[in-house]
């Protein structure tokens, strides 16, 4: 007979064995629950409460974010915009006439954003990012949000690199440096886009990427922009962001901020990058109408107090960057309308104080056919003259003492006093100014050009040739510097200043030419005067 011993080794063994077999039992056991547990997928789901023109109140989603995007039923957008203690004010990117009370809200756990890169370029997008040129859909790798923080001060450099527009008004008397923020204000049908348009074709040469962004606008006007872009080639180097005034002002709103993310990618890149807001009066009115749907206080003009605000957030993300952060730069010229001139109304007053100067447009000189219509009194640029070429400063200030001179002294005279011969001299260089400083749009003239056409007139070269002649001999002047003086051009544009001998070459070939095609002139009208007795 087995011993004691023997008996408790033998139960010993025989329990391990039965434990063995419990635990493989419960392993596959457990697997095969894992293998049959549904996945379940947490979401917030809010409901709509309140529906009115291009907003919605939904009650729920406790962790929605301040400008999150919401799902609606039929993948309709919104933006979470008001998160009040007890619903949430959505602002609606798609039409809203398809939302109902009760309709249910999903959250999508991202921000507002927009598609960002070079697959953007050629591209007609809206605020969303989706296309609108029936090109297919826009294959972007990365998405920025439409708010970012603007550049530290301590990443931004001074603007030193001028934007040349190819305008002689602007590159001469108020110019604009990469970085610089440059507001082009006036009255309706004044030519604002049209400066933006030329600024656009003229950096074709500059390799400097363009974002335009239309808000609001009529959809045939946006279209004329775009095929003078395409007509020009400008589009292969632009991306434009096109929203109507029969789109949502949620969307109109967004527009400028998206835009500016779409730019701020390339500028992180170390590109230099121009941006055009078109315009941003529009943009205020339809931030104004969605604050007082929404139930925010009204202030001036029912403006909300923080009016001032989205503007100032949206131009200061434009800057020039440090060397040591990729040295890119973004130029903002944001565009607005005034009405009856009327500068000192509250949007132009607050945009004039954000941005870095202003170009103003005057229905006067508009009307007078004088385009562009630029009040070079009304006009200024405060921190583009340091980023000037230098061969402009050898002309602008002489330049611009003539031609306000003028403009007081015309303002004078039609009083129909009489004026003293000095006066008089004075007078007609002053026109010779102003009909020099006419230029037909989708012309834009290199800064060589420029300069020795500025510096004729300021020499006095023209002020025996008509008035209305003055066009030829800028032609004239401009053909003969580009072919017998190539190397003063290339000095001119490579930044350098005018010597002595560069300025006395200049004024002989200019006197030269200039005086030829008076000779002509005369002579033509000698013969037909003979032949007329």
């Given amino acids: 007979m087995p011993n004691k011993k023997q008996q408790r080794s033998e139960t010993n063994a025989e329990d391990n064995t039965l434990l063995h077999v419990v635990e493989e039992t419960f392993e596959t056991l457990s697997t095969a629950l894992d293998r049959q547990r549904p996945d379940v997928t947490v979401r917030e789901v809010g409901t709509v409460v309140q529906v009115g023109r291009s907003i919605a109140f939904v009650d729920g989603l406790p962790g929605v974010e301040s400008e999150e995007l919401l799902r609606f039923p039929n993948d309709r957008l919104g933006m979470a915009f008001n998160l009040d203690a007890d619903r949430i004010g959505v602002v ?171 730019a701020e990618h390339f500028m992180e890149q170390g590109r230099d990058v121009l941006i055009i807001y078109d315009d941003l009066t529009r943009h205020a009115r339809a931030y104004r109408e969605l604050s007082l749907l929404l139930r925010r206080p009204p202030g001036r003009e029912a403006y909300p107090g923080d009016i001032f605000y989205i503007h100032s957030r949206l131009l200061e993300r434009a800057t020039h960057l440090r060397s040591d952060h990729g040295g890119g730069s973004l130029t903002a010229l944001p565009i607005i309308e005034t009405e009856a001139q009327n500068i000192s109304a509250y949007i132009p007053t607050n945009l004039i104080s954000i941005t870095d100067g202003q170009i103003y447009l005057s229905p006067h000189l508009f009307q007078q056919g004088i385009l562009p219509a630029i009040d070079v009194g009304k006009s200024v640029s405060r921190v583009g003259g340091k980023a000037q070429l230098a061969a402009y400063r050898t002309v602008a200030g002489d330049l611009k003492l003539s031609y306000a001179q003028f ?127």
């Fill in 92 to 262: 609606m990117l798609d039409p809203s006439e398809t939302v109902e009370a009760g309709d249910r809200v999903r959250r999508t756990g991202r921000v507002t954003d927009v598609p960002v890169g070079d697959t953007l370029l050629g591209r007609v997008i809206d605020a969303a990012g989706r296309p609108l040129d029936g090109k297919g859909s826009i294959r972007a790798s990365d998405r920025l949000p439409i708010e970012r923080e603007a550049p530290a001060i301590m990443v931004r450099a001074p603007v030193e690199t001028p934007l040349q527009t190819g305008i002689k008004a602007i590159d001469a008397l108020i110019p604009i440096g990469r970085g610089q923020r440059e507001l082009i204000l006036g009255d309706r049908q004044t030519g604002k886009t049209a400066i933006a348009v030329d600024t656009i074709i003229n950096q074709k040469q500059y390799e400097v990427i363009c974002v335009y962004c239309a808000i609001a606008q009529r959809p045939s006007a946006v279209a004329g922009v775009i095929a003078d872009l395409h007509a020009r080639d400008a589009m292969d180097y632009c991306t434009v962001i096109a929203t109507t005034g029969d789109d949502p002002p949620g969307f109109q709103f967004i527009a400028p901020y998206a835009a500016t993310s779409i």
């Fill in 407 to 533: 403009e007081e002294l015309e303002r004078f005279s039609r009083y129909g006093a009489r004026l003293e011969k000095e006066k008089r001299r004075t007078l007609e260089h002053g026109r010779r100014i102003r009909e020099v400083l006419k230029q037909p749009q989708y012309e834009p003239i290199p800064p060589g050009e420029q300069v020795a056409v500025l510096f004729a007139v300021t020499e006095g070269v023209m002020d025996d040739v008509p008035a209305e002649k003055v066009a030829d001999a800028e032609r004239t002047v401009r053909k003969a510097v580009t072919e017998q003086l190539s190397e003063v051009i290339a000095r001119i544009e490579s930044g350098e200043e005018l010597s002595d001998d560069d300025r006395k070459a200049l004024l002989e070939l200019s006197r030269k030419v200039v005086g030829s095609e008076s000779k002509k002139e005369t002579d033509g009208d000698d013969r037909i005067a003979a032949q007329q007795d």
